[in-house]
Nanobody
Framework: QVQLVESGGGLVQAGGSLRLSCAAS????????MGWFRQAPGKERDFVAA????????NYADAVKGRFTISRDHAKNTLYLQMNSLKPEDTAVYYC?????????????????????WGQGTQVTVSS
């Protein structure tokens, strides 16, 4: 079974940067898409960014486009989210996930129900 562990969250001032990592273990997931989602208190889990199986295609939520960058390193079995120009509204628990299936070479889904495996989450707090 795939296991995912997020790290890199913390407290940062508005305008600052953080880099989240998601380390994977267990069976290979190299042919699957991966994504980042976030959930603020009292809110639904929302899409942040996704990346296809080989890193050549990405999708971003409008709220983070131009500020966040998703990437993956197959050799290290690790997913990353570089977050720049952080805003207080970015405050949330951030989760990494692996897609349920392979659905084409550019598949990088945006829906929660397209993902099968989830990490435990890492807290990101942005102060004003």
């Amino acid at each position: 079974q795939v296991q995912l562990v997020e790290s890199g969250g913390g407290l940062v001032q508005a305008g600052g940067s953080l880099r989240l990592s998601c380390a994977a273990s267990g069976r290979t997931f190299s042919s699957l898409a991966m994504g980042w989602f976030r959930q603020a208190p009292g809110k639904e889990r929302d899409f942040v960014a996704a990346i296809n199986w080989n890193g050549g295609a990405t999708n971003y939520a409008d709220a983070v486009k131009g500020r966040f960058t998703i990437s993956r390193d197959h050799a290290k079995n690790t997913l990353y989210l570089q977050m720049n120009s952080l805003k207080p509204e970015d405050t949330a628990v951030y989760y990494c996930a692996v897609s349920t299936r392979y659905n084409g070479p550019d598949y990088a889904p945006r829906r929660v129900d397209e993902y099968a495996y989830w990490g435990q989450g890492t807290q990101v707090t942005v102060s004003s």
